[in-house]
């Protein structure tokens, strides 16, 4: 079992407060978080921006793990997650883009562990009340 564990300190109501948040691993510094930078995207980090992060990690290794047990390890693969929000109505939309470089794969065995990954990487599990998560892969020969 491993255990991942941030805090984050707030002060003062939503729409002016500020906050931040820490990673108990200290691998990157504390990020500053507030509401503007969370629906408006002004300077700072939001809790959306930490969610691609994380999504688009696991992703990337749920596509490696798929390749790898498929005898085509990946040469290269390239993630980006895009978390919506929208005001009053919350997440809305994660797209994930993928672009991989697979030796001895081709695009369709490459396209098939992309949709596998996208359903069953562990945070798009936990993700799984979000109304869309879409996806685009690119194969890289």
């Not at 931040?20 to 939001?46: D, Y």
């Not at 994930?96 to 945070?123: H, Q």
């Amino acid at each position: 079992m491993a255990e991942s564990r941030a805090t984050t300190v707030w002060t003062g109501d939503l729409q002016t407060g500020r906050g931040s948040v820490a990673v108990a691993s200290n691998s990157f510094p504390e990020q500053q978080v507030t509401w503007q930078s969370r629906a408006e995207r002004t300077g700072g980090t939001s809790p959306e921006e930490l969610i691609a992060a994380a999504h688009s990690s696991c992703y990337c290794m749920a596509l490696s793990n798929a390749l790898g047990k498929a005898g085509t390890p990946a040469e290269r693969l390239e993630a980006t997650a895009t978390v919506t929000f929208v005001p009053g109505q919350g997440i809305t939309r994660i797209q994930l883009d993928v672009a991989g470089r697979v030796p001895g794969s081709d695009e369709a065995a490459f396209l098939e562990a992309a949709e596998g990954a996208r359903t069953g990487c562990p945070v798009s599990k936990a993700l799984a009340a979000v109304p869309e998560i879409a996806l685009n892969a690119r194969f890289e020969a």
